[in-house]
């Protein structure tokens, strides 16, 4: 591939370029701002399939273009691999750059967070003032970064506490400031290590929100989606789209493909819900416990692989806290390329598992099969419940497939 | 009879699911009717603390928490821990936690850290270009007489598997190797040789978590632990340990070490 055609694709770019990166939520709020360009009736490019790799972003390109290389798009809402941005940035000058969070993911491809931030200040830095950037204040990592940038950055973030969580999960990254290495003081916990913190020891602190986040609904269900939905949101209302314009799009949103996606398979509902780092899973854990408590779902699929979209590395999921979730009893299918890790996760999260003297003790079915594992999953779903499915990325794709391509009817 | 587990600085060094390593023990403490603590070593930790623990368990950081560890364990507290595991406290340190008791990492940015110089060896990071040592893990324990006593747990020659991701680079002096590489890179990616043991500290780049999928290393871990703080022989009680064979059943073939004995 001719190496300047991504910054000769860039330039054509009408309204300009906006990149979206981040670990949890890229797709979801592309996807979102899309729809929202989209509706005003702009031309919008997106690498639809989640391919934020470089060849991915000119392969979406040219897609839009004709046969002499001309680009006939508005915007381009491009998803950028957290690892890749800076080499994007080398030669590209995007109107916007969003950076949703930075959480422990695929550790084994790139190293580690710190390295992230410090490749993504770097390569910022050296752009022109042109750009603007937009940031989860609510992550350390990220408002730190804005706070020593020369361009214009803008911040969303949650200012709501009712919000907060009880206590910070185990799967957290960057509760250290980024400024001086003191632990940083929160005063509430939204989600992982987002939430409202100040640093004991230096001056740095959480930045001012540029939105009032009390003023915003929000997309699908769980809090992640409400960041998504003020990630969107901030750069549509910036590039002067009015707020019920904006609204209207949020109340009407549809899932990005298996992102709490809904189907309906064998009579029964199932529902979706990607599962691909320690945050992401503690997110649909809760929100599967929600509707466990409701009664609303008994049966679980978990589906665990460790092919590189998955990351090689499998043990993250002892960085879940599954605990609460095989607590509360019910069927458990476990399958994918690293079925007998999972199961060993799930057994080792009670004091008994076995004969467990609980009202619904958990049962713990172990099929490496995916097409048996979906097949015992369903049979065993009662029909007035859902289904939900925790996959990681390539076995959300196998899952879908099989449950689209009508391969198991 | 009950079991002191102390974790080393639970939220600066858990990297790669370490806690695993916790939970593990844990379990197999309370299903064997063992009384079982889990304190943990941070930084507000005091040395009492750290000097009355059974058993120490410690995980990865990356380098910027390796250095405020590094900061933290210093004077009495470096010499509590230097005491315990002199005088064979058992203990696992998995990922970036053997760093901390060799005598120094140099990481890819900044500063060298020194270690508290316990173990005999030194890790240095080849630069932010070179690449990590990344994928599947498996070694044989060699070293003595773990090796013998483990095999004694669990019938077995003590293979252990796991999952391996650093950036440094580990070269070993006097310390005894933990194990020889089956499949991986181990320390160096050079020598064959992966972590180290010293006393009755384990310390090894595998995480996965390390003691889930090889049972008999938490097992040897407990059993040591109650023998010396009860001055008896124990015995542990067999667990049913037929998910752990079949992951390591599974690894195994997929790093085309199925045919090794034992393992048929």
Known sequence: MQPRILPLLFAQVRQGAILVAGTNGKTTTALLLRTILAEQGWRVTHNATGANLINGLITALLADANGLGNLRTDYAILEVDENVLPLVLRDCQPRYILALNLFRDQLDRYGEVDTIGYRWREAIARLPDATTVVLNADDPTLSFLGQNLRQRVLYFGLNEPDLYLEAIPHAVDSIYCPSCGQRLNYQGVYLSHLGDYSCPQCDFQKSPLSLNSAEWGQILIGVYNKYNTLAAGLIAHDLGIERSRIDTVVANFRAAFGRAEELTVQGKKIRILLSKNPVGMNETIRAVQELKQQGKTSVVLMALNDRIPDGTDVSWIWDVDTEPLVALGGTFVVTGDRTYDLALRLNYSLEQFAGANLPNPPTLIVEPDLTEALQIALNKTPVDETLHILPTYSAMLDLRHLLTGRKIL | ?264
């Open chain 2, 1 to 264: 009879m009950d079991l002191k587990i102390g974790w080393l600085y639970p939220t600066l060094m858990s990297t790669y699911g370490d806690r695993g390593n916790v939970i593990c023990l844990q379990r197999r403490c309370q299903w064997r009717g063992i009384g079982v603590e889990i304190v943990p070593l941070d930084r507000e930790a005091d040395v009492s603390q750290v000097a009355t623990v059974d058993v120490i368990v410690g995980g990865g950081a990356q380098d910027r928490q390796q250095e405020i560890v590094m900061r933290d364990l210093q004077g009495a507290k470096a010499a509590a821990m230097r005491e315990q595991l002199a005088g064979g406290t058992p203990g696992a340190f998995t990922c970036g936690s053997p760093q901390l008791l060799g005598h120094y990492y140099e990481p890819a940015l900044g500063q060298r850290i020194d270690g508290l110089g316990l173990l005999d060896l030194t890790t240095r990071h080849p630069g932010i270009a070179a690449p990590r040592c990344i994928g599947n893990v498996a070694f044989e324990i060699v070293a003595e007489p773990l090796a013998t006593e483990l095999r004694q747990l669990w019938n077995e020659p003590p293979i252990a598997i796991g999952f391996e991701n650093h950036g440094g680079r580990t070269y070993l002096g006097k310390v005894a190797p933990l194990g020889k590489v089956l499949a991986g890179y181990g320390n160096n990616g050079e020598d064959g040789w992966e972590g180290a043991f010293y006393s009755n500290a384990i310390a090894t780049y595998a995480h996965g978590p390390l003691l889930p999928k090889n049972p008999f290393i938490a097992d040897w871990l407990i059993q040591t632990a109650l023998q010396r703080k009860y001055q008896q022989p124990i015995t542990l009680t067999k667990l049913d340990d037929s998910l752990a064979q079949q992951a390591r059943k599974a690894m195994l073939q997929r790093l085309n070490l199925a045919s090794l004995p034992g393992n048929a």
